[in-house]
C-alpha cells in the first residue's frame, strides 16, 4: 500500500517552455500533497503543500507564478514550472499524505531545461 | 525555525561493520520517520517512531527516538553494500503542522 506515481520520469524541454508533472496517490486519497526539490546530494527542500481543492501554500522564495500546482482531486496533484530555464533544472519530487503524519514519496522527476 | 541536525552528512565503511547516524534537535516532534533514498529515486519510508523512548526493529536496522522526542537514531548492524543509500529522518512538529522537517541526510557508502 502507500503507493505514489509521478509522470514523467524525466524529461527534456528547452527554455522557455512549460512543463507539467504529475503526482498520483495510486492506493489511498491523500488531503495533502507535498512538492520537493532536490539538488545532487542534498537533502529535500520543500517547495509548496496543496490541499485537494485549495490553493496552495509555497514557502518562502519560490514564486507561485513560476510553479503552478493544481489539486484537482484527492489522488491527483500536478506541478507546472511555467518558462522554464536551465536553472530550473533539477530532481523534483512530489509526496502524499492520508491524514496522517506519513509521506509517502513518488519517484521523482528529472528535469533538464536546455 | 525547527532544525534537525543529522550528523555524519557522509559514511563509509567496509561490510560488516556497524554503523549509527543520528539526528538531533532542541524541538520536540510529535513522531519522526527515517527515509532512505537511492540515486534517481523517491525517499522510501523505512519506519515511523512516535513514543519517546520507542525502539524499532527492521531486520538489521534499529530505531530509536529519544526520550524527549527531540533526537532519534539509526543503527545498522553488518552493514551490506545494499545498504548503501541516503539516509534522511524527518520530524513532524508538535502542533499539527502536516509539514516535515528534514535533515541533511546522510550519506552511506558501505564497500565489499
Known amino acids: 500500500g502507500a503507493v505514489v506515481s509521478q509522470h514523467p520520469s524525466w524529461v527534456i524541454c528547452k527554455s522557455g517552455t512549460s512543463v507539467k508533472i504529475e503526482c498520483r496517490s495510486l492506493?489511498?486519497?491523500?488531503?495533502?500533497m507535498f512538492w520537493y526539490r532536490q539538488f545532487p546530494k542534498q537533502s529535500l527542500m520543500l517547495m509548496a503543500t496543496?490541499?485537494?481543492?485549495?490553493?496552495?501554500?509555497?514557502e518562502q522564495g519560490v514564486e507561485k507564478d513560476k510553479f503552478l500546482i493544481n489539486h484537482a482531486s484527492l489522488t491527483l496533484s500536478t506541478l507546472t514550472v511555467t518558462s522554464a530555464h536551465p536553472e530550473d533544472s533539477s530532481f523534483y519530487i512530489c509526496?502524499?499524505?492520508?491524514?496522517?503524519?506519513?509521506?509517502?514519496f513518488g519517484p521523482g522527476t528529472r528535469l533538464t531545461v536546455t | 525555525t525547527q532544525l534537525l541536525e543529522q550528523s555524519p552528512q557522509f559514511l563509509s565503511i567496509q561490510e560488516g561493520e556497524n554503523l549509527t547516524v543520528y539526528c538531533n534537535s532542541s524541538?520536540?516532534?510529535?513522531?519522526l520517520q527515517w527515509y532512505r533514498q537511492e540515486p534517481g529515486e523517491g525517499p522510501v519510508l523505512l519506519v515511523t517512531v512516535v513514543t519517546g523512548g520507542e525502539v524499532k526493529k527492521l531486520k538489521r536496522l534499529t530505531f530509536q527516538f529519544g526520550d524527549a522526542r527531540k533526537d532519534s537514531s539509526l543503527h545498522i548492524t553488518a552493514a551490506q553494500p545494499g545498504d548503501t543509500g541516503l539516509y534522511l529522518c524527518a520530524g513532524a512538529p508538535q502542533g499539527g503542522s502536516e509539514k516535515l522537517v528534514f535533515g541533511k541526510g546522510t550519506k552511506l557508502t558501505v564497500n565489499p
Open positions: 496543496s490541499n485537494e481543492g485549495s490553493k496552495a501554500t509555497y
Open positions: 509526496s502524499a499524505a492520508d491524514r496522517g503524519y506519513e509521506q509517502y
Open positions: 524541538s520536540v516532534f510529535s513522531s
Open positions: 492506493d489511498f486519497q491523500a488531503t495533502t
